[in-house]
């Protein structure tokens, strides 16, 4: 089946996402613009995960738990799971002892609103969330396999925080299957980056969304062609598993 799909919307959580990201808000405009599955990516955390599942399995959206981690080299990637549990497990024995213990200041950096399925505001995270973590890349797409989940560089033809803006290639040995590309991507950007070419990557096209008017912007042009509107089809997907 072919699924409309924006894997990267930051939530309220994220001090640069809008505070008009709220779960429900996010699930309504995805209705709006036709999406069939979406995720909220917060920078290293999941804490406003488990409420846009809520709001989106009332209205039939699919909800991919993940987060975008920030790794020690200051690459951002986005970890997506199969289920809330191997999700949450993975930030709490892994994101949370990894993420230096710097406080948050709203007034600064932005509010980071917890929140649940009524777009109720619970408390803040006190943690700086923007920030590299210890988790280093060697080794992440193995990491997060161990959790049922998939590694997916993010929004790769940028310059900051990216996979080839900070190494300027792609190699096999990273371990890596797919990677995402952003809105602005650049004319032979594939062609032109060493270790991508015709090579048979997955690629997906998300928003970055820190505002609702760019949830789904990809939505009319890129599909997935899945076998199902779940999380786990989704990620044999991106692990480049010809056999679904």
Excluded at 49 to 66: L, N, R, S
Excluded at 144 to 160: F, N, R
Excluded at 216 to 227: F, K, Q, T
């Amino acid at each position: 089946m072919e699924l409309r799909y924006d894997l990267h919307i930051h939530s309220a959580l994220s001090p640069c996402g809008d505070g008009d990201m709220t779960p429900n808000n996010i699930v309504n405009m995805a209705m709006i613009c036709g999406l069939d599955m979406i995720a909220v990516s917060d920078h290293n955390t999941t804490g406003n995960v488990e409420a846009v599942m809520c709001v989106g399995k009332e209205v039939g959206i699919t909800v991919v738990p993940a987060m975008e981690l920030e790794t020690a080299e200051e690459i951002h990637v986005l970890c997506l799971f199969p289920t809330l549990e191997a999700a949450r497990a993975f930030d709490e024995e892994q994101v949370k002892p990894a993420l230096p213990p710097i406080r948050n200041d709203p007034k600064i950096f932005g509010f980071q609103h917890l929140m649940d399925e009524e777009d109720r505001v619970l408390g803040e995270d006190p943690r700086y969330l923007i920030n590299a973590t210890t988790i280093s890349l060697d080794g992440l797409p193995e990491l997060v396999d161990s959790y049922g989940g998939v590694a997916v560089p993010a929004h790769i033809d940028k310059q900051t925080k990216s996979l080839v803006g900070n190494f300027g290639m792609v190699g096999d040995y990273m371990g890596f299957h797919s990677f995402e590309l952003s809105r602005n991507l650049p004319d032979a950007f594939l062609i032109a980056t060493p270790g991508l070419g015709k090579r048979p990557y997955v690629y997906i096209h998300d928003s970055d969304a820190h505002y609702l008017q760019d949830i789904g912007e990809h939505s009319g042009e890129n599909l997935l062609d899945l076998p199902e509107n779940t999380a786990d089809s989704l990620i044999k997907y991106l692990k480049n598993e010809k056999t679904l």
